[in-house]
């Protein structure tokens, strides 16, 4: 791939800004590690060796049948009980063996084997504790983190492409379409969002898809304004005018030319988009019309931290407040370091 | 000009009040009834200020109308609209005096007439009349109270009013009921200080009005507190069922929009009362200084009263939920009590009956309980034998066994997320779905669910008709939410609704008590028959503390304030000293625990 020198000595710049590129390895590190939550926090097994045959049941459904095992009711059609699986090879010492992930959880089964009723502080079984339904917080803070990550970059990504669609347009055609989609848009933006979240919730079932389409609806309205006035500004240049004399073709002006001088705001904008993204969703799960229940949400988690009964349980708000905080400043330090790395002042020299 | 006014005023007084002759009354059976025990405690103290708390700053003091139902309207309604014309006796169940000295209930079952008492006084002297309730049912009927549930009440339960003679009463309702003086009681309003023009709900706003009770509003501070001061010559002070009552010379009612800030008012000793109302703080929070040292008290009053519908509720309009084995495996792996034990501290009862909590109940019902084995030979005749790929059921023609559960609370979440789990374990894919809580309530009632949580307060009585009668099948918006009804179960309610036979009723309500239980399209929840409070030691109760039949602490005032041990108390707390921890947590006056723990011991056996 080329890249043009602007670009190359933009990188090298945010590689130098330790703080914003370690943030940024570290926030990508996470996201990668996050795609393999299943295989780090799960009751089912990575791998069983039964019989001398493999599964790997993550994701797929084995009965207790397939391995031999029956539940405390004679069932065997329900589903396999790996961790006991795994004690069970143990003790009988055949070549059976059976893997578990790092964290035999996930963030769906209540563990009720306290005597207490949840929530149950941290200890050597549920590292960061159980929540008010006896689930493990850190398998629903691991699982929360890859929603919210991804859902928050699917939704900044359909709102940056309309945005920057509809921005461009106005900004290159003008006149009539400029004004009667600057006033829609005003009237757009006023909405109010989350009533309109609200109200489709009712006639619809909320899902990732949903959600990312009717935050979609409004999150393209900020873009628009940067990229309309960007384009509005760089097509009255002379290297515009140049190429338009040249013959360019409307497509090959906007596409060659407007775009990669106007992606300054877009790319900046990026990580502070994300984070609204990721504030957003948490919202949205708070007040509980975001993921269904029970979908591992930060917002949710936070709900419960909040209830005024788990006041004293303290481990159920340092949580998701903790990694809210830290995902949030290290996508911020990024915005930081990117802004900083495309600041055109750097080049301007004034005399 | 004012004579013309004054002889068609009277022309028109002349035609619209029929004179007395047109009723003849001389064959009226008159009752009443003063062989009952007074509701309150005779040892009762006068005197002192009961301290308390509301959520919010009552948006109206009307009683009708916009807003009026709010979170304030138990005191307001506690001096006002509770001085019907005659009550029923709140540990006894018979019908008492009120504000009507004697009634008779005619043979058509729906005409009464009432003799007022001649004592009753508003507060501001002039005597309440026959026309107070006239009043009352105009104003029910007016629209510019602009209220549409009381217009709707008045048009479904009143023939006519009349006022036959200023102490004389007649009632007429619009349907026979074998309890028409629960069904068409009425209270009075002052007819000399309110009318019902053009703009009501804004005049009466903050108006305070005459009241026929012991207590008026007499200081309030906006956003801060309210205070009843209590009528030291109160003109019912000594009627025989309402000695022992009403006895605190203030009740101030503060603004706490909290219940867990307002525990810390209470332990702080700024509140006389408080009532606890999650299970976590009863199990959790109930031992502090107070409580330790015997400052305080912590009680949890059995008390008997109907607990309605709570509970899930599957549409028989949806395919899934039309084969009846489908239903009974849903009852079967509904675990209450896990989720009772795990989740709720224990704190609460299983309900089985549709009619839990009254004599309608069949007491022979046991629960379905937890009994995957059950469940499974259920679903096997439903036709659900095969796991799919992901584990859930699938029956021949390929459809998965799964469902929406639609709710409107987002504190359920908590329980039904577990109960998702053993469904999904047992091979049911049970979806979740919060709605806005309006939207809940209206999806039910429109019929547009496939499971949803039911839950309505109950009355005295049970209302059978209104969930289970087949009329309501063709149509929506009423509480035959499940799409039920047949013409068997039709004929049961109609022996509740019309027959006099107390014995036969019951015997009714028992054979349709089964056959909901069997149909298996109601889950019910939880019961919950107590009252959980704390109260200082200088406030005091009756040996039974509150009558049978109560909800809330307003319904029935028995308690009284002891000045002497109040002194006492904060003399023992200033020197730190302890009156001794009370031991006594369950107060079981009308042996309903002993009835719920042989019940549930008789289920857990079976």
């Known amino acids: ?351 | 000009m004012t004579t013309p006014i004054a002889i068609c005023a009277l022309l028109l007084a002349t035609i619209l009040v029929p004179p007395a002759s047109a009723e003849d009354l001389s064959t009226v059976q008159w009752q009443t009834n003063y062989d009952d025990p007074p509701i309150g405690d005779l040892a009762a103290l006068k005197g002192g200020t009961l301290h308390t708390y509301m959520r919010a700053y009552p948006l109206t003091l009307r009683l009708v109308g916009p807003n009026a139902n709010d979170g304030f309207a138990s005191w307001k309604r506690a001096f006002t609209m509770d001085f019907g014309l005659v009550t029923r006796h709140p540990t006894t169940d018979n019908y008492v005096p009120w504000m009507a000295t004697h009634w008779s209930v005619q043979d058509d079952k729906r005409t009464l007439y009432f003799k007022l008492d001649p004592d009753a006084r508003w507060n501001d002297g002039k005597p309440v009349t026959a026309t107070d309730y006239v009043h009352t049912l105009h104003m029910m009927q007016s629209e510019n109270i602009v209220d549409p549930f009381y217009n709707q009440y008045a048009a479904e339960h009143y023939e006519e009013v009349v006022a036959i003679e200023p102490y004389l009463l007649k009632i007429v309702g619009k349907f026979e009921s074998w309890r028409p003086l629960d069904m068409f009681s009425l209270w009075p309003t002052p007819a000399h200080a309110v009318n019902f023009d053009e703009g009501f709900p804004e005049r009466y706003n903050t108006a305070i009005l005459p009241v026929p009770g012991p207590y008026v509003l007499s200081e309030q501070e906006a956003g801060q507190y309210v205070v009843f001061n209590r009528l030291q010559d109160w003109w019912g002070k000594d009627k025989h069922y309402w000695r022992g009552m009403y006895n605190p010379d203030r009740i101030r009612i503060r603004v706490i929009d909290d219940s867990d800030r307002a525990f810390d008012f209470f332990k702080k000793g700024e509140l006389s009362l408080y009532t606890v109302n999650t299970a976590r703080k009863w199990a959790e929070e109930m031992e502090f200084e107070a409580t330790e040292n015997g400052w305080a008290h912590r009680r949890r009053l059995f008390i008997d009263y109907p607990s309605g519908v709570y509970g899930f509720a599957m549409n028989l309009e949806r395919s899934i939920f039309q084969n009846k084995d489908f239903r009974k495996a849903i009852q079967y792996l509904f675990n209450f009590d896990e989720i009772n034990e795990k989740l709720m501290f224990n704190a609460y009862y299983r309900a089985v009956s549709a009619f839990t909590g009254t004599e309608y109940q069949n007491p022979e019902l046991k629960p379905y309980g937890f009994d995957p084995k059950k469940a499974r030979e259920h679903l096997r005749k439903a036709g659900y034998s095969k796991r799919g790929e992901d584990g859930i059921l699938v029956n021949g023609e390929g459809n998965r066994a799964a469902f929406t559960f639609s709710y409107g609370s987002k504190g359920l979440e908590r329980h039904m997320t577990v109960v998702k789990q053993v469904f999904k374990r047992f091979g049911i894919d049970m979806d979740l779905r919060l709605l806005e809580p309006g939207t809940a309530f209206r999806n039910g009632l429109e019929r547009e669910y496939e499971m949803t949580l039911m839950g309505r307060t109950a009355g005295r009585f049970p209302g059978p008709h209104q969930y289970y009668a087949s009329v309501f099948k063709e149509t929506k918006n009423n509480n035959n939410i499940w799409f039920y009804g047949a013409a068997h179960t039709d004929s049961l309610i109609d022996v509740y609704r019309f027959g006099m036979d107390k014995s036969r009723r019951i015997q009714a309500m028992h054979e349709l008590d089964t056959i909901l239980q069997d149909e298996a399209f109601y889950v019910p929840f939880w019961q919950a028959p107590f009252m959980r409070f704390l109260y200082w030691d200088y406030v005091c109760f009756p040996s039974f503390f509150f009558p049978k039949r109560i909800q809330q602490m307003t319904d029935w005032q028995v308690f009284w304030i002891d000045q002497d041990k109040k002194r006492a108390l904060s003399d023992a707390m200033d020197a730190g000293r302890s009156l001794g921890r009370d031991p006594v947590i369950d107060i079981d006056p009308y042996e309903v625990k002993d009835r719920l723990e042989a019940a549930m011991k008789a289920a857990g056996g079976g």
């Not at chain 1, 009539?176 to 009533?195: A, C």
């Not at chain 1, 919202?283 to 209830?307: R, V």
Request: proline content about 6%; some cysteine.
């Open chain 1, 1 to 351: 791939m080329r890249i043009d020198p602007i670009t190359r000595k933009r990188l090298r710049r945010f590689r130098r800004l330790k703080r914003g590129y370690y943030s940024f390895v570290i926030l990508t590190t996470l996201t990668t590690l996050s795609l393999f939550s299943d295989y780090i926090a799960n009751r089912r097994a990575i791998v069983v060796s039964y019989q001398d045959a493999l599964y790997f049941p993550t994701f797929k459904f084995h009965d207790m049948a397939t391995f031999g095992q029956q539940d405390e009711y004679g069932f065997d059609d329900v589903e396999a009980d790996y961790a006991a699986l795994q004690q069970a090879f143990r003790e009988d010492g055949s070549d059976n063996w059976v893997l578990m992930p790092l964290v035999p959880f996930d963030p769906y089964e209540p563990d009720f084997d306290y005597d207490h009723p949840p929530p149950n502080p941290p200890d050597t079984r549920h590292w960061f504790g159980t929540d008010s339904q006896g689930r493990d917080v850190f398998a629903r803070l691991l699982y929360g983190f890859r929603i919210s990550i991804f859902f928050a970059v699917s939704l900044v990504v359909v709102g940056e492409v309309i945005g920057t669609m509809v921005g461009s347009m106005q900004g290159f055609l003008g006149g009539r379409f400029d004004m009667f989609s600057q006033r829609f848009i005003e009237v757009w933006s006023t909405l109010p969002f989350l009533y309109v979240v609200i109200l489709l919730a009712t006639f619809f079932k909320p899902s990732f898809i949903l959600l990312l389409i009717i935050m979609g609806l409004f999150e393209w309205i900020r873009m628009t304004y940067y990229m309309r006035t960007e384009i509005y500004r760089e097509k009255t240049k002379e290297y515009c005018l140049a190429a338009r004399s040249f013959g360019a073709s409307r497509q090959r002006l906007i596409f060659r030319h407007l775009l990669p001088n106007c992606m300054t705001p877009l790319v900046t904008i990026t990580p502070f988009a994300i984070v609204g993204a990721i504030s957003s969703l948490t919202a949205l799960d708070y007040l509980g019309y975001g993921l269904p229940a029970p979908t591992p949400s930060w917002g949710e988690m936070i709900d419960q931290a909040m209830a005024s009964s788990n006041r004293d349980k303290i481990w159920l708000s340092v949580a998701p407040f903790t990694a809210i905080s830290v995902t949030l400043l290290l996508v911020t330090l990024i915005g930081e370091a990117v802004r900083e790395a495309f600041d055109p002042k750097q080049y301007a020299h004034y005399t």
